[in-house]
């Protein structure tokens, strides 16, 4: 590792440690992590949306025409119409001219909801009512020779039950009480579980996360204190230090500043 490419991991070590810094309490290290966030994705949107978005899909579209004549001269003029639109979408930062932006505004919400229904009743509609059914129509999975079996038929019978168990509590024009409202308790302790499951998921991903990050930090931390590393220098360990007192100071700061409070 070279004195560059050290910088660059210091440099994230403090962004992590920054991060990390908010569970304490909000500071102006943490402010600096989350606006550099914030700014580094907004800059790295904005670059994909021109070399994914504009550049072939208008520029290119419109490159057999002369750019000082606005390319109208292209044989694929009609390009220019979603530009325009788009265009008049920043006359909402008018007072005078905001309305204009309710034309494309309005366009683009209505294409999306034609294109996205479609497509979500597909996805999450029928192909979930499919997966659902799939396992129990094939009555052989459960009275066959996989009877009783959890990782076949079985499984699917819960899960069928499941379903029309959960869909039974949204039911509300009909008091929740007798079978229907057993019924109705049992779809509770589905969507619990399913719920569960949901929030476990993903309390694993973020600790895997959280993992991954402390892995980082000592893998920093071995790169500055290994003489064996043939690029290393004394600036190394330097950095290291020099990170570390600037958090103690922040801490012993911090500390002082709490204990006047409390005089």
């Given at each position: ?5 050290f ?5 994230g ?13 909000d ?7 989350e606006?550099?966030?914030v700014?580094?994705?907004a800059?790295?949107?904005v670059?994909?949306l021109?070399h ?12 057999d025409?002369?750019w000082?004549?606005l390319?109208l001269?292209?044989s ?8 325009i ?5 920043w006359?909402r ?14 366009l683009?919400?209505?294409i ?13 509609v ?18 066959g020779q996989?009877f ?7 499984s699917?019978v ?10 039974f509590?949204f039911?509300?024009?009909k008091a929740h009480t007798?079978v229907f ?9 589905i969507?619990m ?9 993903t309390?694993?991903g ?8 402390i ?6 931390g ?6 064996s ?10 950095v ?12 012993a ?5 709490f ?5």
């Open positions: 590792m070279d004195f560059g490419t910088l660059w991991t210091t440099f070590a403090f962004l992590t440690l920054a991060t990390f810094s908010f569970l304490y309490k500071n102006p290290f943490y402010k600096i992590a606006h550099l966030v700014g580094v994705s800059g790295y949107f670059i994909i021109w994914n978005a504009l550049v072939p899909l208008l520029f290119q579209r419109l490159s025409g002369d000082y004549i390319w001269n292209s694929k003029p009609w390009y220019w119409i979603p530009t639109l788009g265009a008049m979408m006359t930062f008018s007072r005078n001219y905001a309305w204009v932006s309710r034309w494309p505004i309005g683009y919400i209505g999306v909801a034609g294109l996205a229904i479609p497509l979500e009743m597909a996805n999450r029928n192909k979930q009512l499919y997966a659902t059914m799939a396992g129990v129509i094939n009555w052989g999975n459960f009275w996989d009783l079996d959890i990782t076949s038929g079985y699917q819960i899960i069928f039950a499941g379903a029309i168990a959960g869909l509590y039911f509300f024009s007798g409202g057993g019924v109705a308790k049992f779809g509770i302790w969507l579980i399913g719920f569960g499951a949901s929030f476990g998921y309390v694993m973020r600790i895997s996360l959280f993992i991954n990050r892995q980082e930090l000592g893998l920093w071995e790169a500055a204190f290994d003489a590393n043939p690029n290393h220098s004394g600036w190394f360990p330097a290291f230090w020099l990170l570390i007192m600037g958090i103690a100071a922040y801490i700061v911090e500390l002082v500043r204990a006047r409070q409390k005089a």
